[in-house]
């Protein structure tokens, strides 16, 4: 199914290794003594944002890690040379964002500081690091210029807003109460950030050796959508949302040329839908840029476009990969653009011709995503060398490079701990639907000792987004369940992408839906191949999936226990209350709540709560903006009044990724193991296949984003 163009030239690659030994090698020489254990968690790393020197000799890249004292994520700079010769940090700093300039002499990296993020430099034939800016605000989106001598960067700009009232003086020593919070922007909260301060994101320019940094744009937008310079360096070309109701048509954002000298903008996209990431071709004649056009659909596929900045011609290179592409980075000859993509839940890196022809380059990007099986991952090129990260037997992701047709290995990070730990077997499987017959991918997780004569208790794990796709990659939440004696079922349902734009909007204006069923298919599989106990069945996902797992368990009394975690119960309430309501009431749904209260509540796991009969455990951070807390509380509140065995874990701290801190992605596998455990098998008086499931009319729903 879902068969590539054929215009889609495959170029062969033939794996191989320097100067390290292959993972199957490596497999062979493993000895296993040990299941992976909750604390092993904190000595995973994985490879991340890696960037290749203009002469192709070196690969700068982030190895990321989890400090065990600090609960926190841990970021640092490594260099290696593209023959895996001499793997050395570029400082001792935390660090990440490392760029290359031009003349390869430098590094330039986003460091953090007591103050915040600044911007450092690292000359590489001096072997010497300096901090070069003294921001008020954290910087991202570094971008060199074409000479080597200045950088462009995005920064948060704040606005003091006008008072309401001009408050009254307290008496001298009087203790008053705080000054009250008043928001007039439609959006004032952000999930990760909290209730936002008034400003605007705008692009600046700095000097390489430091300096004051130069606001370039202006205005009452955000200009966050990507950089590239023009190649005289004279210009800029950003993306930013522009239009006077910016606020509600959050995806019409366009390109723009920023003139550096008199501050002039100059509009070189215009059409309804998101153009983005704008990168100038190495001989200046073309911009490429992703976009697509606006159909206030669920989803859209990004394609790549090019535009001659001569003729002002513009075409889509990728209209016939149904696929969304991202991340464009132009060959040094001009000739041709890498981007990559996700293929039927694998991580892909293609270079498309200015012609449209396609030639594969990687098809093994992801491993990016340590806590939850999601794909993904990230590349870099110069000099005909493409690295990236490197998904390979379900582990973390390692630095790779594909040269001249081949793909060497360049680490492997966590071969100490994970060579001498029984993991769970990854195990692709396909099968129809019991919907429609459509074909459906997933994978189960076999636990260490997997026995072909038994059949196990089960988890059905839930991806989020629901735009979004797992894959057979690293996840220490499916290794843990695994190590605790779980098969671990996850799948691509109907709505997740990787399948092309057809199968993802199967779910438009109607989810939950048809993936209820997709899901169910995938129990019966298992169940059918032995693999799966029917007695033993549990079910839990995240944010997406915590929507699914509470539709699961109003329509149908199969499983012995659940663990919604970050669910939305209520569309009603949910798109007034989550920090992307301009987004989810119009792309989600086809009308407003009050204009059809009906839709949104024939789709609301709340308005089927009188069919629970499974004990359920719902999980929340309290920060969260995303699908607030109110979501999970309405669905707690209602089992509690309805007699049904149920749990309410506040995650204190929390936004959406409820997982983001180490410790809380390990409670969080402990949480679920323990309501589990607590309701080992399903109650005498329920048959495994006695199904309440209805057919019922309504909307869709979803999140924007996953953990």
């Known amino acids: 199914m879902h068969s590539h163009p054929a215009v889609f030239l495959l170029l062969t690659l033939i794996g191989c290794v320097l100067p390290y030994p292959s993972a199957s090698a490596a497999s062979e020489e493993r000895i296993a003594t040990r299941d992976f254990e909750p604390l092993d ?45 001499n793997h050395r940090p570029l400082s001792d700093r935390a660090g990440s964002s490392a760029r290359f300039s031009p003349d390869g002499s430098r590094i330039a990296f986003i460091s953090p500081t007591s103050e915040g993020a600044e911007v450092y430099m690292h000359w590489l034939a001096d072997n010497r690091t300096a901090r070069i800016t003294q921001l008020p605000e954290n910087p ?86 990507g950089i590239s310079w023009a190649v005289d360096g004279l210009s800029l070309y950003v993306s930013a949302n522009r239009n006077p109701d910016w606020e509600l048509e959050v995806q019409d954002s366009n390109i723009f040329q920023v003139d550096l000298v008199s501050g002039a903008i100059k509009q070189i996209t215009d059409r309804y839908g998101p153009d983005s990431q704008p990168r100038v071709s190495p001989n200046g004649r073309y911009l490429a840029y992703l976009g697509y056009d606006d159909k206030y659909r669920g989803y859209e596929n990004a394609q790549l476009y090019f535009r001659d900045l001569l003729t002002e011609e513009t075409q889509s290179l990728t209209a016939t990969l149904d696929r969304s592409v991202s991340n464009p980075v132009w060959r040094d000859d001009s000739r041709a653009i890498y981007v990559q993509f996700d293929d039927q839940g694998i991580g892909k890196v293609s270079a498309v011709s200015l012609g449209g022809l396609r030639s594969m380059v990687v098809n093994d990007l992801g491993g990016t995503a340590i806590s939850r099986p999601y794909s993904g991952g990230s590349f870099g090129v110069a000099a005909d060398t493409v690295a990236y990260t490197r998904s390979l037997d379900a582990r973390p992701a390692n630095l790779a490079v594909a040269q001249r047709g081949r793909i060497f290995n360049l680490t492997r990070l966590n071969a100490n701990l994970l060579d001498h730990t029984r993991l769970a077997d990854i195990e692709e499987i396909r099968f129809p639907s019991s919907l429609d017959g459509r074909e459906i991918q997933g994978w189960v997780a076999k636990p260490p000792g997997f026995s072909e004569d038994k059949a196990y208790p089960t988890i059905l794990e839930i991806h989020g987004g629901p735009f979004a796709a797992y894959g057979p990659n690293f996840s220490a939440e499916v290794q843990l369940y695994a190590a605790a004696g779980y098969l671990v079922l996850y799948v691509n349902p109907r709505g ?27 129990v019966d599989y298992t169940i ?113 009044l309805l007699g049904i065995e149920a749990a309410l874990v506040r995650i204190p701290g929390a936004s959406h990724g409820i997982a983001s801190r180490p410790s809380h992605l390990i409670s969080k596998v402990q949480h679920v193991l323990a309501w589990f455990e607590r309701y080992p098998t399903l109650a005498a008086d329920k048959s495994a296949n006695d199904s309440v499931s209805e057919a019922v009319e309504g909307d869709k729903i979803p999140e924007q984003g996953t953990e």
């Open 496 to 522: 997740s992408t990787s399948y092309g734009e057809a199968f993802a909007n199967l779910i438009h204006h109607d989810y939950p839906g048809g993936d209820f069923d997709d899901l169910m298919s995938a």
């Open 41 to 85: 968690v904190f000595a995973l790393e994985w490879a991340s944002e890696p960037q290749v020197a203009p002469d192709g000799g070196t690969i700068a890249y982030t190895r990321n890690g989890y400090n065990i004292m600090t609960d926190r994520q841990t970021s640092r700079i490594w260099l290696i040379n593209t023959d895996g010769e």
């Open 528 to 640: 059918d191949k032995g693999w799966s106990d029917p007695q033993r069945l549990f079910v839990t996902g995240g944010s997406g999936g915590g929507i699914l797992t509470t539709w699961i368990i109003t329509h149908t009394e199969r499983f012995a226990a659940a663990v919604a975690a970050k669910p939305v119960i209520n569309w009603y309430s949910f798109v007034l209350t989550a920090d992307g309501y301009p987004f989810f009431s119009r792309y989600w749904f086809e009308k407003k709540p009050w204009e059809d209260p009906n839709a949104y509540l024939a789709r609301s796991p709340l308005q089927f709560v009188d069919k629970v009969t499974t004990p359920t455990m719902l999980m929340t951070g309290e920060d969260d903006h995303r699908t607030p807390i109110s979501e999970a509380e309405q669905f707690y509140q209602a089992l509690k």
């Open 140 to 225: 991202g989106n570094l971008t060199w210029s074409p000479d080597s001598t200045r950088l462009a960067f995005t920064m948060f700009t704040a606005k003091s807003p006008e008072p309401m009232i001009k408050p009254l003086k307290a008496p001298e020593g009087a203790k008053w109460g705080p000054k009250f919070n008043v928001y007039e922007s439609v959006q004032y909260r952000a999930d990760g950030q909290g209730y936002l301060r008034q400003g605007f994101t705008h692009v600046y320019v700095i000097a390489a050796d430091g300096g004051a940094a130069r606001q370039v744009t202006s205005g009452d937008y955000h200009h966050a959508g």
